[in-house]
């Protein structure tokens, strides 16, 4: 038996937006707001379409925000049912983007929809964000709503991302703040030459070596209630020419940091020139960094929003969800730039990206239903 939760997030999937496309997700979602009083805007840049849909001018508001694009699907083959074709076996709902994140988009909308039928005059604002780049580069997608908005003075104070946060069943999981992503391109200098005349060259990996073990080492800091230590990896390391007689005149490593809100990029920039300089290596002489930094942490501790969802999951579900700051970014890390409280909460994360991604169809009503609570808790007049 279908409702008009899953009719709508079918309808989604059925859309082939495969990142950069929309498919047209946007424009079907606006059509079902604007009859509620949502103001719809488009806000394009670099070919790149995005939603921004506000109901009410006052504060508070409370943005939901969310991607119409998915990742590719992978060779068709090896789907069980093509991957634009919702197809239900076993109590599961198939499809690209049924977890990521149709499915939230889905109960957005019908939530709002429910929610306004009922409080017509509720308090404050509604607003939709959403964008077709998420999956990509993320360079014109919430990026470019956020500094519309910042520069025409729109004040956020609530947001959810639908990101599919649960683990193992809807509801155990609230994604409270995210860690920062930085990476960094060593490249170390030497001077190249025969390895049997090792005093004519200066070999960089040797040069290095002890430098790498003392940042793996090291305890950037300690964490905090809700983020780990933050964490140093190298992911790459490369040198030589491919012969076995060459010293190599340059070695090359990348490597990353996730980092929680008790560092900075500064300071960890600050804090590898220091240890690499007391290991003997001159910045001029010796290497550089080219730094790369994929987004900053961002927190929201307990507070009306958490405290709204908390309980909205608890009434839908029976469980008690956990505040976690696990995984890589999301786009939550631009919008916190402009709104003080930001969560993500959406389905089980367990097959997304995946061959034959699907969600639980008894899923689908309690998140939307969890939205619909939090709008509630934080808006009924």
Known sequence: MTTTTF???????????????????????????????FVCETIERGGILNLWARRGTSAPLLV??????????????????????PTVRDGKLYGRGAADMKSSLAGFVVAIEEFVAAHPNHAGSIALLLTADEE?????????????????????????VGEPTSVDALGDTIKNG?????????????????????????????????????????????????????SF?????????????????????????????????DSLKSRVAALLAAEGLDAERDWSIAWTLGGEPFLTGRGALCNAITAAIKAE?????????????????FIAKICAEVVEFGPVNASIHKLDEHIDVAAIEPLKNVYRRTLEALLAA
């Open 7 to 37: 009719d709508l997030a079918a309808d989604l999937i059925a859309r082939n937006s495969v990142t950069p496309a929309d498919a047209g997700c946007q424009a079907l979602i606006a059509q079902r707001l604007a009859p509620l009083g």
């Open 64 to 85: 939901f925000a969310g991607h119409t694009d998915v990742v590719p699907t992978g060779p068709l083959e090896r789907w069980t049912s093509p991957p634009f074709a």
């Open 136 to 160: 990509g580069p993320s360079i014109d997608g919430t990026v470019a709503v956020c500094e519309a908005l910042a520069a025409r003075g729109e004040k956020l104070d609530y947001c959810i």
């Open 178 to 230: 995210r860690r920062g992503s930085l990476s960094g391109k060593l490249t170390v200098r030497g001077v190249q030459g025969h390895v049997a005349y090792p005093h004519l060259a200066r070999n960089p990996v040797h040069l290095i070596a002890g430098a790498l073990a003392r940042l793996a080492a090291e305890r950037w800091d300690d964490g905090n209630e809700f983020f780990p230590p933050t």
């Open 233 to 265: 990896q190298i992911s790459n390391v490369h040198a030589g020419t491919g012969a076995t007689n060459v010293v190599p005149g340059e070695c090359v490593v990348d490597f990353n940091f996730r980092f929680s809100t008790e560092s900075t990029p």
């Open 317 to 333: 579900t029976g469980l008690d969800a956990e505040l976690s700051t696990t995984g890589g970014t999301s786009d939550g890390r």
